[in-house]
């Protein structure tokens, strides 16, 4: 990580966006830097799963190695659930997106959504915003 530089966790949408060659997204992805993109394990289980054949799982997989991958403990799960609990009601916050901010959350680093309406009520949460 370059100095000064933190971690941007990208939500699912994001790196579904990169490989649509989104030109918004390739730049905003290539400004913040490869070294300091993370992902929620997951994300990286969402992209495995929507592959829609063996050579684009393999790919996934092998770009999947270049990313920092934030697995879930139990602080992240703890959390989820408490999100849950405030946000599933009145913002219909699913189980991944919950997972997913409680990952940005626990490590305190910006998460980079095209989601912004399910992730912008959670207080705490920092949203990156492509300059």
Partial sequence: MHENQILVLCDTNIIIEFYKNNPAIVAALHQ?????????????????????????LERISKDITHLHT?????????????????????HKLSLPDALIAATALHYDIPLYTLNLKDFRPITGL??????
Avoid: D
């Avoid at 139990?74 to 408490?82: M, N, P, R």
């Avoid at 920092?126 to 300059?131: D, E, H, R, T």
């Fill in 126 to 131: 920092s949203l990156y915003q492509p300059a």
């Fill in 32 to 56: 913040i830097g490869q070294e300091n993109i993370a992902i929620s394990v997951i994300t990286a289980g969402e992209l495995l799963y929507g592959a829609l054949n063996k050579l684009e």
């Fill in 70 to 90: 934030l697995a879930l403990n139990e602080s992240i799960g703890t959390l989820a659930l408490e999100l849950l609990k405030h946000y599933t009601l009145s």
